[in-house]
């Protein structure tokens, strides 16, 4: 599984552990083990345009998820044996946005861009959460991800 992580942000980030949990979050969701992910971290004004000019909303957000042709199925293990890139997308994130977030939340700002960085791979992996019923399936699944994250982080620390 290849994850790639381009820092453009300008902020003091561990790409390798992040790219380590896109990993993980990847081999646990079962995802084609030659599917290739990409995670941008961007500056809020390179955010704040991504948003405006791809969902049409003012202001930057803190994660935004761009599928790649949706011509296989990431899940399926047989699926785009023809294709040897398998571009699952780009997860862009928002450093900035994570940091304010983390600390209303009273979190740290790794656990938050940890959070939006899984939350933007299960988007292109189709989960959304526009809908009740959708919103607490992929909130349910981001946080088993998370939790076994962390114990697997922890177990390796030891």
């Keep these: ?3 790639f992580v381009a820092n453009e942000s300008g902020a003091d980030t561990d790409e390798l552990t992040l790219a380590a949990l896109a990993r993980f979050v990847l081999d646990s969701m079962k995802v084609n083990p030659l599917a290739e992910l990409s995670v941008m971290l961007v500056e809020l004004s390179a955010m704040e ?13 803190d994660v935004l998820a761009f599928p790649q042709d949706d ?8 699926s785009g044996e023809d294709d040897p890139t398998l571009l699952l997308g780009d997860v862009v994130l928002c450093p900035e946005v994570a940091r304010k977030q983390a600390a209303k939340a009273g979190h740290s700002t790794e656990h938050e861009m940890h959070l939006l960085c899984t939350h933007g791979i299960l988007h292109l992996l189709g989960y959304d959460h526009a809908e009740p019923e959708e919103e607490r399936e992929m ?3 981001q946080s088993r991800l998370l939790a076994s994250w962390s114990a697997a982080r922890t ?3 030891s």
Aim: charged letters at 20%; hydrophobic letters at 45%.
């Design 49 to 61: 345009e991504l948003h405006v000019r791809y969902m049409g909303e003012e202001g930057p957000t």
């Design 1 to 3: 599984m290849a994850v």
């Design 71 to 78: 011509a296989f199925d990431p899940s399926a293990p047989d």
């Design 139 to 141: 909130w349910t699944v």
């Design 155 to 157: 177990a390796g620390a």
